[in-house]
């Protein structure tokens, strides 16, 4: 008997380190994965406009880059879009804490304090903005940090395309979150060349559960082939049809942007 609980105690020993082992690998993967925050200026007039950029390119931007955040990607409905006019603000942040603590941190930032004057003691019948809507996402594991898009055109000329999918239930959201994983949509995006920003879980938003994403192209046209290719792919026609990823979708919200020219994505 002693030769068997010795093996079974060894046996348990090392089924106790792997599993030990696989909880911290996936701890560590988890912690690599990027916070985003989605900051959406609803405006009603160009002087907000103005003022609001100004204090985003000469003021919140500069701070961020001062904090250890490399890229903050600042966007704008293209002409044609009927959302209204809008300032979406994209801010990547390593680890929960940092976003946690960003505001914090602003606070104590006095050359931010100073640049950003205008915007943080604003009267309150004269604000920047009519409305501001914050979206909280982590990163999926397929990318765990953002990406810079490598265009060939001009800022003036991109299109950046953001979308967010809606799911019926949590659980239908987090079957499409598999599908983009661990279904290789991720993957498949990539392949085509779909130039990803981000592509994260949604946190805290106003339109949950659900995900979004954001790709880039150097035009209109360079979208809608991309698009066409990719409904024609035969890895895609497989994997819309699997049951398993049926429903997952209830409402689809596609937005067009540009970036501004001060904007690091």
Request: with cysteine; charged share 25%; glycine share 2%.
């Given at each position: 008997m002693r030769p068997f609980c010795k093996t079974s105690r060894l046996f348990s020993v090392s089924l106790l380190f792997f599993f030990t082992t696989m909880v911290a690998s996936f701890r560590a993967n988890a912690a690599e994965k990027y916070y985003y925050q989605i900051k959406i200026y609803h405006l009603k007039t160009q002087a907000q406009e103005d003022r609001l950029d100004q204090y985003l390119q000469n003021?919140?931007?500069?701070?961020?880059?001062?904090?250890?955040?490399?890229?903050?990607?600042?966007?704008?409905?293209?002409?044609?879009?009927?959302?209204?006019?809008?300032?979406?603000?994209?801010?990547?942040?390593?680890?929960?804490?940092?976003?946690e603590n960003v505001e914090e941190k602003l606070a104590a930032d006095?050359?931010?304090?100073?640049?950003?004057?205008?915007?943080?003691?604003?009267?309150?019948?004269?604000?920047?903005?009519?409305?501001?809507?914050?979206?909280?996402?982590?990163?999926?594991?397929?990318?765990?940090?953002?990406?810079?898009p490598d265009l060939s055109a001009k800022k003036t000329d991109r299109v950046y395309e953001l979308r967010s999918y809606e799911s019926p239930t949590e659980k239908y959201n987090v079957n499409k979150v598999h599908m983009f994983n661990f279904g290789n949509e991720v993957a498949l995006f990539k392949r085509l060349n779909f130039n990803a920003v981000f592509y994260a879980e949604v946190l805290a938003g106003s339109h949950m559960p659900n995900l979004m994403y954001m790709t880039t192209f150097n035009s209109k046209q360079d979208r809608d082939k991309h698009w066409d290719t990719f409904s024609n792919d035969p890895e895609w026609k497989t994997l819309v049809a699997l049951p398993e990823y049926q429903h997952n979708v209830s409402k689809a919200d596609i937005l067009f942007l540009h970036p501004t020219a001060y904007s690091d994505f």
């Amino acid at each position: 008997m002693r030769p068997f609980c010795k093996t079974s105690r060894l046996f348990s020993v090392s089924l106790l380190f792997f599993f030990t082992t696989m909880v911290a690998s996936f701890r560590a993967n988890a912690a690599e994965k990027y916070y985003y925050q989605i900051k959406i200026y609803h405006l009603k007039t160009q002087a907000q406009e103005d003022r609001l950029d100004q204090y985003l390119q000469n003021a919140y931007l500069p701070a961020m880059h001062r904090m250890g955040i490399k890229d903050v990607g600042v966007f704008k409905p293209v002409e044609s879009d009927t959302s209204g006019k809008r300032v979406y603000v994209l801010t990547p942040f390593r680890t929960w804490s940092q976003l946690e603590n960003v505001e914090e941190k602003l606070a104590a930032d006095a050359q931010y304090v100073t640049d950003g004057k205008d915007y943080i003691d604003a009267a309150y019948n004269d604000a920047l903005y009519t409305r501001l809507e914050t979206i909280v996402l982590r990163a999926f594991p397929k990318m765990p940090e953002p990406a810079v898009p490598d265009l060939s055109a001009k800022k003036t000329d991109r299109v950046y395309e953001l979308r967010s999918y809606e799911s019926p239930t949590e659980k239908y959201n987090v079957n499409k979150v598999h599908m983009f994983n661990f279904g290789n949509e991720v993957a498949l995006f990539k392949r085509l060349n779909f130039n990803a920003v981000f592509y994260a879980e949604v946190l805290a938003g106003s339109h949950m559960p659900n995900l979004m994403y954001m790709t880039t192209f150097n035009s209109k046209q360079d979208r809608d082939k991309h698009w066409d290719t990719f409904s024609n792919d035969p890895e895609w026609k497989t994997l819309v049809a699997l049951p398993e990823y049926q429903h997952n979708v209830s409402k689809a919200d596609i937005l067009f942007l540009h970036p501004t020219a001060y904007s690091d994505f």
